[in-house]
């Protein structure tokens, strides 16, 4: 393969994974920052979605109905900045293959805890919302492991890698 065909397609996956982790990033910040009466309607519906019925009707309370809601989401809520630390850090390591492996993952690190504190912190401004230091935690610690699943792979990869080139180095001597 063609050096330039090699770098064309490097761009390509750049630009497909920043897209992916942007979309990722605003879909998150559109959900956070729905006003209170929304962002509730919106989780009883999916809710709702997901039992395939409507618990309110069934007989089922409506303190039943708002833990199962708020339940679904904190799953949700770690789901989402989970795939946010793995997309994020993987992006970061992809985009800059030259910066060192310990340069990428400050960024990453950086970058992924802002978005989690951001997005939590920045409810006190949305009417009828408000900030939670342990929904703040909750996202910082997903996007923590999915920065730190991404981390390890890439750190045993170049590892990997460097007692190849050893072994083929001294092979060839």
């Not at 994974?17 to 979309?23: N, Q, R, Y």
């Not at 708002?66 to 946010?84: N, P």
């Not at 981390?151 to 990869?157: E, F, R």
């Given at each position: 393969?063609?050096k330039?065909a090699?770098k064309?397609?490097?761009?390509?996956l750049?630009l497909?994974?920043?897209?992916m982790?942007?979309?990722?990033?605003a879909?998150?910040a559109?959900?956070?920052f729905q006003?209170g009466?929304d962002?509730k309607?919106?989780?009883t519906?999916?809710?709702?979605?997901?039992?395939?019925?409507n618990?309110?009707k069934?007989?089922?309370?409506?303190?039943?109905?708002?833990?199962?809601?708020?339940l679904?989401?904190q799953?949700?809520?770690f789901?989402?900045f989970?795939l946010?630390?793995?997309?994020g850090?993987?992006t970061?390591?992809?985009?800059?293959p030259?910066?060192?492996?310990?340069f990428?993952t400050?960024?990453?690190?950086?970058i992924?805890?802002a978005?989690?504190?951001?997005?939590e912190k920045?409810?006190i401004?949305?009417?009828s919302?408000?900030?939670?230091?342990?929904?703040?935690?909750?996202?910082?610690e997903a996007?923590a492991i999915?920065?730190?699943?991404?981390?390890?792979i890439t750190l045993?990869?170049?590892?990997?890698?460097?007692?190849f080139?050893?072994?083929?180095a001294?092979h060839?001597s």
């Amino acid at each position: 393969m063609k050096k330039g065909a090699k770098k064309s397609k490097r761009w390509l996956l750049v630009l497909m994974l920043w897209a992916m982790f942007i979309s990722l990033v605003a879909g998150v910040a559109y959900l956070s920052f729905q006003n209170g009466e929304d962002a509730k309607v919106i989780g009883t519906k999916l809710v709702n979605k997901l039992t395939e019925t409507n618990y309110l009707k069934q007989g089922e309370s409506e303190e039943e109905m708002l833990t199962l809601t708020y339940l679904v989401r904190q799953f949700g809520r770690f789901f989402a900045f989970l795939l946010i630390g793995i997309m994020g850090t993987l992006t970061i390591h992809v985009s800059f293959p030259r910066c060192s492996w310990l340069f990428k993952t400050v960024i990453a690190l950086t970058i992924i805890t802002a978005i989690a504190y951001l997005t939590e912190k920045l409810k006190i401004y949305i009417p009828s919302r408000h900030y939670s230091y342990e929904e703040m935690l909750i996202s910082i610690e997903a996007a923590a492991i999915g920065f730190l699943f991404v981390s390890v792979i890439t750190l045993a990869v170049r590892a990997v890698k460097g007692v190849f080139h050893l072994l083929t180095a001294s092979h060839a001597s």
